[in-house]
């Protein structure tokens, strides 16, 4: 449970950048800056996603392999990965 308290504090963290960006956006501030906000927002998320697909491959997948549902777990798999590559 204390890796989802982790996760749920990273996401309060993103929370408050794009408060900030939109606070950037309301004050007209320099458009560089924001884009790189942005760009830092977009790469927390992802770093996000990493460690909520590295919780699901060592817990979730796990125990569908383990209860015969492998078939299922390797679909999961293959959706993630797809929507990884858009």
Not at 30 to 38: G, L
Not at 43 to 51: F, V, Y
């Amino acid at each position: 449970m204390n890796d989802i308290k982790a996760l749920v504090k990273r996401l309060q963290l993103i929370e408050g950048q794009v408060r900030g960006v939109q606070k950037m956006l309301e004050e007209n501030r320099y458009c560089i800056d924001v884009i790189t906000q942005t760009s830092a927002i977009r790469n927390a998320l992802a770093s996000l996603e990493d460690k909520l697909l590295e919780r699901h491959l060592s817990t979730c997948v796990v125990k569908q392999f383990e209860s015969g549902q492998g078939e299922k777990a390797k679909d999961e798999i293959l959706q993630v990965y797809k929507l990884k590559r858009k």
